[in-house]
């Protein structure tokens, strides 16, 4: 069964970092393009970063120069870096990814469970 399990989540203080993974696990042949989500309590998800398969990638404007997305694609995980982080940080991060599970075969988009961030003041 394909699925992608996010994890490293926690609680940090303002200034501190944490980094996140996402990996994709199950009969995969690859995945593309990959996507950070967030959702603090009340408020609508919202993207925070994204990588493609090439390694470009994107940033909301609220966490560039603090967040860094990048990829082991022989590990099948995306990583979240996440330094400076502020109060305002605080949500439950969702990884969000178009995997491939076989040659030829389209892409499907899969969501991970989530995993909470909290960023103490």
């Known amino acids: 069964q394909v699925q992608l399990v996010e994890s490293g989540g926690g609680l940090v203080q303002a200034g501190g970092s944490l980094r996140l993974s996402c990996a994709a696990s199950?009969?995969?042949?690859?995945?593309?393009?990959v996507r950070w989500y967030r959702q603090a309590p009340e408020k609508q998800r919202e993207l925070v970063a994204a990588i493609t398969t090439g390694g470009s990638t994107d940033y909301a404007d609220s966490v560039k120069g603090r967040f860094t997305i990048s990829r082991d694609n022989a590990k099948n995980t995306v990583y979240l870096q996440m330094n400076s982080l502020k109060p305002e940080d605080t949500a439950v991060y969702y990884c969000n990814a178009d995997l491939v599970e076989g040659i030829g075969w389209v892409p499907l988009e899969y969501w991970g469970q989530g995993t909470q961030v909290t960023v103490s003041s």
């Open positions: 199950g009969s995969i042949f690859s995945i593309n393009a």
